[in-house]
């Protein structure tokens, strides 16, 4: 991640519900992006809504807290869809487009009111590979990335 100040990495911490409803799933919750190392004040949460059918899901988020450092606006609206088929033994590729958009979008990029971003990625075991784009500027290069996440049941 590059926030252009001091921030090395980004820590986001999830809590949700997630469940399926006559073959509907769903999925609540509120997730914290924390930056641990930043020189200052700029962690942020939102809380999302998901409704999911066969391979497709859309969700919405929006931002429900900002540390005075992250931004001085509280609107932004995030609405995504994503499509997941399963491929090769235990594996599944996950395409994926969403817009951000809103007041706090306009004073983080300085371009615009809105954006688009594009993905791909595929994932086996716990572990995800991706790649993501914006339309935020023609010179946004492709970003790659590796997560690895664990699921249980309380």
Avoid: C
Wanted: net charge negative.
């Amino acid at each position: 991640m590059d926030f252009g100040d001091s921030a090395s990495y980004e820590m986001d911490l999830y809590a949700g519900y997630a469940g399926e409803i006559k073959g509907m799933s769903f999925d609540f919750g509120y997730i914290h992006y924390a930056y641990p190392d930043a020189s200052g004040d700029i962690d942020f949460s939102e809380i999302y809504a998901a409704l999911g059918w066969q391979y497709f899901t859309f969700k919405l988020s929006h931002l429900a807290t900002a540390q005075s450092d992250s931004t001085t606006e509280e609107d932004m609206l995030y609405a995504e869809v994503s499509a997941s088929f399963p491929i090769f033994k235990d594996s599944e590729l996950t395409l994926h487009i969403g817009r951000s958009s809103g007041d706090t979008v306009l004073e983080w990029t300085g371009e615009d009111y809105a954006y688009m971003d594009y993905g791909v990625s595929l994932s086996t075991q716990g572990f995800t590979f991706g790649l993501v784009k914006t339309d935020l500027d023609s010179s946004d290069d492709i970003k790659a990335y590796v997560s690895y996440g664990l699921d249980f049941n309380l």
